[in-house]
């Protein structure tokens, strides 16, 4: 059957970023949707922001386009134009290699829900605000190339 049991897949909020970048995100849980429904072109994933919960550092894509859909409650996107609100059924799109550096901060007292739809092995990722790279494949290192 196609229907996907969103509660049978688990939730996560583990982070590949260093100790001293992660606080923002604990309050990402998230949960892998394309390996439970068998998905291998593109990565899906449903994601619940906690009140005061970012995203992700700001951050943007050289190879993967993303593509997220606020299925409930708030969040703002944050990106290099300023602040923009996003409410339930607001999508929001991030073509890859466009420099625009992104996140969603949930600035309310309830959760925001939304779901995102990327590739699923990405590329290098640059992070404009922190000093932060990644290469691909989740090796993430300062931006002169040492390791955390």
Same mark, same amino acid.
């Given at each position: 059957?196609? @229907?996907?049991? %969103?509660?049978?897949?688990?939730q996560?909020?583990? &982070?590949?970023?260093? !100790?001293?970048?992660?606080?923002?995100?604990?309050?990402?849980w998230?949960?892998? %949707?394309?390996?439970?429904?068998?998905? &291998?072109?593109?990565g899906?994933?449903?994601?619940?922001? @906690?009140?005061g919960?970012?995203?992700?550092?700001?951050h943007?894509? !050289?190879?993967?386009?993303? =593509?997220?859909?606020?299925?409930?409650? &708030?969040?703002? =996107?944050?990106?290099d134009?300023?602040?923009?609100p996003?409410?339930?059924g607001?999508?929001?799109?991030?073509?890859?290699?466009?420099?625009?550096?992104?996140? =969603?901060?949930?600035?309310?007292?309830?959760?925001?829900?939304? =779901?995102?739809?990327?590739?699923?092995?990405?590329?290098?990722?640059?992070?404009?605000?922190?000093?932060?790279? !990644?290469?691909?494949?989740?090796? @993430?290192?300062? @931006?002169?190339?040492?390791?955390?």
């Open positions: 059957m196609p @229907k996907v049991d %969103l509660q049978a897949v688990p996560t909020n583990a &982070t590949g970023y260093p !100790e001293h970048l992660a606080d923002v995100v604990q309050g990402r998230y949960r892998r %949707l394309s390996p439970a429904a068998g998905l &291998t072109d593109f899906a994933s449903h994601v619940v922001l @906690k009140p919960a970012w995203s992700a550092q700001r943007w894509h !050289e190879q993967e386009d993303e =593509l997220l859909v606020i299925l409930s409650g &708030t969040a703002v =996107l944050v990106d134009d300023g602040r923009t996003l409410v339930a607001d999508v929001a799109a991030f073509p890859k290699n466009d420099g625009n550096g992104h996140c =969603l901060i949930n600035e309310s007292d309830v959760d925001c829900v939304f =779901l995102v739809v990327g590739k699923s092995v990405n590329g290098p990722c640059h992070y404009p605000d922190v000093d932060m790279h !990644e290469n691909g494949g989740g090796d @993430k290192r300062r @931006k002169t190339g040492e390791r955390f």
